[in-house]
């Protein structure tokens, strides 16, 4: 290996993204992360979560600050347009997974960028969130992202953002689905 | 009714929202809503999305402004922490959604709602992340998030929160997944 492929490329610290694969290799329990947000109603649709302690690593830890977003609708949805809306957050989930995905293996490939962008769109007819149908689903019923990448060898950009889509957590639970429980404290 | 039920209740507008529902029920495409970001890589896991356009009631609309999110790893995933990671904000969707169902429904059903909290966990196996397994999924294995809720009859509110579940967008989207494509130019 070159010294470039353990140093810093797109961005990437190389040599310490191949020091946690090998930190995990020998122990798979350092992969283990649990994740949280805490969410506070504030008025009508308007409502704000707080993103700062996880779980990872074997250890509680806490990002640098805690990093708090606003979710609202828009007038047209009987909102206040305090924040983008819930659904707007998945989207850019979605496309910031694959994003950091594409500069990480890109890196670990030695494929150098010198652009990403994207734009996501996802098609959404609410008539089962006003209540009006019990045939459309509530959730999107497709999204669609286009990538815009430029740098090395097309063909090697194109094999990376394949690369990140097998392997990206927010493509996986988006396409897949999740089991998730709700409990609830009425006192 | 009452006149409270055509006002305000829990910060939202009721009579808008029934008016709202009156003109979809006359015109349907007034439901469908085309939601959109653009996503911007940084540096390294860091990259940007932007929420400000999108398309519904049959028209081009804008939110009041343009909403910009960072994402980024924290340094044990061997980012800068610039922000939370993708994961992360598919926790604030989910709470987010299902919160601001909590609100409109408590209100056209004239419940009162004087506190909603929760906390939203994700467990993930970041083996397949790092590209040490193919048996564990690439996403959350499950997610669990817990409400506490205050103010009309708890009874009242648990069927708030139950008929939330059963119309939230992201709750759909997150547990049953939706068909995602990827363009790619890499010119």
Chains 1, 2 share one sequence.
């Not at 496309?95 to 950091?100: E, V």
């Amino acid at each position: 290996m070159t010294v470039t492929e353990h140093g810093v490329r797109n961005g990437v610290d190389t040599a310490a993204l191949f020091a946690t694969v090998d930190a995990v290799k020998g122990d798979p329990d350092i992969a283990k992360f649990r994740f949280r947000a805490t969410n506070t109603w504030v008025s009508g649709t308007h409502n704000r979560s707080t993103i700062h302690a996880f779980h990872g690593a074997k250890q509680e830890m806490t990002h640098r600050e805690p990093f708090t977003f606003d979710a609202d609708h828009p007038p047209v949805l009987v909102g206040k347009d305090n924040g983008p809306t819930p659904v707007e957050f998945v989207l850019h989930a979605l496309a910031a997974c694959l994003t950091a995905g594409i500069a990480n293996i890109a890196a670990a490939r030695g494929v150098n960028l010198t652009e990403v962008s994207s734009t996501v769109e996802g098609d959404i007819d609410l008539l089962a969130f006003l209540g009006l149908s019990d045939e459309v689903r509530n959730g999107y019923e497709q999204i669609r992202i286009s990538f815009t990448l430029r740098g090395d060898d097309p063909d090697k950009l194109r094999k990376v953002v394949e690369q990140s889509r097998s392997r990206s957590a927010v493509f996986d639970i988006v396409t897949n689905g999740v089991p998730v429980s709700i409990d609830v404290d009425a006192g």
